[in-house]
């Protein structure tokens, strides 16, 4: 639809797939205006129009399992933007374990992040490394998800791989200016720690210097 897809439009858009998802004479344009609602409501940070048409969907015996799909995806999205990590794992499980697009290289990515939050970083370091195995066809989530990689071999303390991890990126990757951006900003992060490291470990005598280096090695908050 024009007003979704070219014209950015959500509001309109919005309103144009609840008037289809009423006049439709068949069940396949009414879970189409349904979806299309769902991805537009989304988009105007609707949570209730959201979550109404997301669960209409899953409702929906005429829906295939692509569009259930998106719909679990969705509230995949709602639960993580309200810090309902619990439900947002459950929702991006099921889109990995039923599709394989960029939706759900996106699903991966977030599934992945939601440990990192949680600081299990062992899970997380294992789950970013699988995603960009799994993602390998979408590199805007595979360039994403090497970042984040980078963010769990700092906090773990593994700096030299951490910086090895952005500056690979750096060399492969001249996709998304924003995400290009962000791993040169993290990068100098990084370095700037190796480099505070390197002048600690070359001072050993002077004292609380060693106390200051075990308080901020692990990147820990």
């Known amino acids: 639809m024009i007003a979704y ?31 299309g609602a769902l991805r537009a409501a989304y988009r105007l ?5 959201t ?11 005429a829906a295939p399992s692509d569009q259930q799909t998106t ?6 999205k709602i639960a993580y933007d309200r810090n309902d990590y619990t439900t947002a794992k459950t929702a991006f499980e099921q889109v990995m374990a ?3 697009d960029e939706q759900t290289a996106e699903a991966r990515y977030l ?5 990192y939050i949680q600081r299990d970083l062992d899970n997380a370091q294992r789950l970013a490394l699988e995603a960009n195995k799994e993602s390998s066809g979408y590199p805007y989530w595979v360039a994403k998800t090497v970042i984040l990689l980078s963010d769990i071999l700092k906090d773990k303390g593994d700096i030299y791989n951490a910086r ?8 492969n990757y001249d996709g998304d200016a924003a995400v290009v951006a962000e791993a040169r900003q993290k990068l100098v992060i990084v370095q700037n720690q190796l480099d505070g490291t390197s002048r600690l470990n070359t001072q050993p005598n002077q004292p609380g210097r060693y106390l200051e280096l075990d ?5 820990r908050n």
Do not use: C, M, W
């Open 45 to 49: 940070n609707d949570t209730r129009a």
């Open 215 to 219: 308080n901020s090695g692990g990147g």
């Open 164 to 171: 090895a991890a952005l500056e690979a990126l750096l060399e």
């Open 51 to 61: 979550e109404e048409y997301a669960a209409k969907i899953a409702r929906n015996p």
């Open 111 to 115: 599934h992945t992040n939601i440990y």
């Open 5 to 35: 897809n070219s014209l950015q439009d959500f509001q309109r858009a919005y309103r144009l797939f609840v008037q289809l998802e009423r006049a439709a004479d068949t069940e396949e344009v009414r879970v189409d205006a349904q979806v």
């Open 71 to 76: 719909a679990n995806f969705y509230l995949g």
């Open 98 to 100: 039923t599709s394989d």
